[in-house]
């Protein structure tokens, strides 16, 4: 079996964060939100991966590489998709790669708690034409969303206007070569791309096995900041402390708190469970819960929390807490002294002014 992850989108709902970096190499926990996915499939032991990359391609090809840094025996090739025609178009320009063999079809910017590897075993005993992975949303109408009947798939939609269910497809999908047959004989939808799901839609009306499955534990589509912000959360939550870097005896640090090596800390406050990067200083600041800090920053009499700070980075008194914040790479937030102060008006008839 072989895995196929699409990693071409542009990242629109993240920008302008994405104008200079793919949505996928976006850190949570300090790791690319990408390297999850292919984790999770080299989880489930499959060791030929393809990427399909777009416009970003150079950076994840560079990020990521061959795929040697998981394993001698693990090989990732790319697949370019030079616009975004939809999912069921990456299924397409990627059937070479695939060749008819069964494959994982995982979205370069969802993160699954508990991995796929009970999924694919399913898929390998059962052998379904398709596997469908869906959880409830409260939002259904900003996903491709799929109908149930006596626990059979019976129709499915992108993005629908008006849901009959709450059930999202996560975005890991299993099939077999029956769905390069499904691709080919649909149209593009109203937003002009090949919807995976009407791919989908094809092989149910055509009596092929598509099996759901609900899945367990969290999912998250990174797609946006409070999405990217809540999985980070949620992954640092599953941490556990190391001390590799220094740190003086006039700071504190409790809970489940990573310092890399390099990283230093002075006179600081550290309330995990939180991950400061290799070569990053600390000094006079309070970093508080949910906050991944990557390499080479720099937070000075600062106060943070349930953010992510991306490498090289500084910020410097600001002189307010920050929270729930995303902070781009080689960014600089610092406070700005005063200007002298001093009022000039135009003021109509009947006015009433107050100030302090």
């Known amino acids: 079996m072989k895995g196929l992850i699409l990693s071409g989108g542009k990242g629109t709902r993240l920008r302008p964060l994405t104008f200079t970096q793919a949505k996928q190499l976006v850190p949570v926990a300090n790791k690319p939100v990408l390297f999850y996915g292919i984790e999770a499939l080299i989880g489930a032991g499959i060791r030929e991966i393809g990427i399909v990359v777009g416009d970003t391609q150079a950076e994840i090809r560079e990020a990521v590489g061959d795929g040697s840094r998981w394993g001698k025996d693990v090989r990732i090739s790319y697949i370019e998709q030079p616009d975004p025609l939809g999912l069921a178009h990456a299924v397409l320009i990627a059937e070479g790669f695939l060749g008819r063999e069964p494959f994982v079809m995982y979205l370069g910017d969802n993160i699954l708690k508990s991995g796929i590897v009970s999924l694919v075993d399913h898929f390998r005993e059962r052998k379904p034409n398709a596997l469908i992975l869906l959880t409830p949303v409260p ?34 999908y299993m ?65 556990s402390g190391s001390i590799e870097g220094s740190v003086d005896e006039s700071s504190r640090v409790s809970g489940a708190v990573i310092i890399e090596k390099g990283a230093s800390v002075r006179s600081s406050t550290i309330r995990g469970p939180a991950i400061i990067g290799a070569g990053t200083e600390i000094a006079d600041s309070y970093i508080g819960p949910f906050t991944s800090i990557q390499k080479n920053c720099r937070i000075m009499k600062t106060e943070i929390e349930h953010s992510i700070v991306l490498e090289s980075s500084e910020i410097v008194e600001v002189g307010a807490r920050i929270d729930e914040s995303l902070i781009g790479r080689e960014v600089r937030i610092y406070k700005c002294p005063p200007k002298p102060l001093a009022y000039r008006f135009m003021v109509g008839d009947k006015s009433e002014i107050g100030l302090k």
């Open 139 to 172: 939002n259904p109408r900003m996903f491709g969303v799929a109908e149930l009947e006596n626990g059979k798939v019976i129709r499915l939609v992108e993005k629908p206007r008006e849901p009959k269910s709450n059930l999202a497809l996560v975005g890991v």
């Open 175 to 239: 099939f077999d070569a029956h769905i390069f047959e499904a691709a080919r004989a649909i149209k593009p939808s109203w937003r002009n791309e090949l919807e995976i799901t009407d791919a989908i839609q094809f092989l149910v009306d055509r009596g092929f096995e598509v099996q759901p499955h609900l899945v367990s534990g969290w999912w998250k589509d990174t797609g946006k900041i409070e999405d990217i912000l809540e999985a980070n959360r949620l992954i640092l939550e599953t941490i």
